[in-house]
């Protein structure tokens, strides 16, 4: 079975801040990672993938298949990242199905 | 590219009532997903369709149903609704490069 745990239901920074949002999966094959972002009363949308390696927005997120982690990181937190952040796995079988994570909804005081 | 629609946006229902959803994809995108999203439950899949046919299925029971048209729009049907059912139904369409788009929800709300 598959698994995605978000640890954090709630976490405050201020700006400027070092930011890491966590993700833990268990899965014994080789998952597909993402990180999806909501802002307020907008849709959900894709952040980032693994496979891309991208940056976007200045968030990163690296896979340890170690650790089985898939954590988001921005050095420098702006008020704009307040939002609800989502983890997700895809099975390489399943491509139409995400497993999401509990979410965790980030505050980025002034 | 005009974004994955749903229609419509919020619904009222009562119990034992059935409801039907509908979702259009991104023009190009075979395939689209379900997703109820709750408080309680968070984001868990319903099914998913691709060419018609229902492809992966989550763990709900019968009364949740779909289907996809020739065009690729997508319905979802609710019958004997439940207080339980209350919740933010999204839908997703899958593009080539095997990425999610989602559509903003209807928000159905069972009295």
């Known amino acids: 079975a598959q698994r995605v745990t978000q640890p954090e239901k709630l976490l405050s920074v201020f700006k400027g801040a070092p930011v890491e949002l966590k993700c833990n999966y268990s899965y014994s094959g080789s998952p597909e990672l993402f990180w999806y972002v909501q802002y307020s009363r907008q849709r959900l949308q894709l952040l980032l993938r693994?496979?891309s390696r991208e940056s976007i927005k200045g968030f990163t997120a690296d896979l340890n298949k170690g650790e089985t982690s898939f954590h988001l990181k921005k050095p420098f937190a702006q008020e704009e990242d307040s939002a609800m952040y989502y983890c997700a796995l895809r099975r390489g079988s399943t491509l139409g199905r995400l497993y999401f994570g509990r979410g965790t909804q980030l505050t980025v005081w002034p | 590219k005009a974004g994955v629609t749903q229609t419509p946006r919020y619904l009222i229902k009562t119990r034992g009532q059935q409801v039907t959803l509908s979702c259009s994809p991104i023009?190009?995108?075979?395939?689209v997903s379900w997703y109820q999203q709750t408080p309680g439950q968070g984001l868990q899949f319903l099914f998913e369709y691709f060419s018609e046919t229902q492809r992966n299925k989550g763990n709900f029971p019968g009364r949740f149903s779909g289907r996809q048209f020739s065009n690729s729009r997508s319905e979802m049907n609710v019958s004997t609704l439940e207080l339980g059912d209350s919740a933010l139904y999204l839908c997703?369409?899958?593009?080539?490069?095997?990425?999610?788009?989602f559509g903003p929800g209807t928000r159905l709300t069972v009295l």
């Open positions: 997703a369409s899958t593009s080539q490069g095997n990425e999610q788009f």
């Open positions: 023009s190009g995108h075979r395939s």
């Open positions: 693994h496979i």
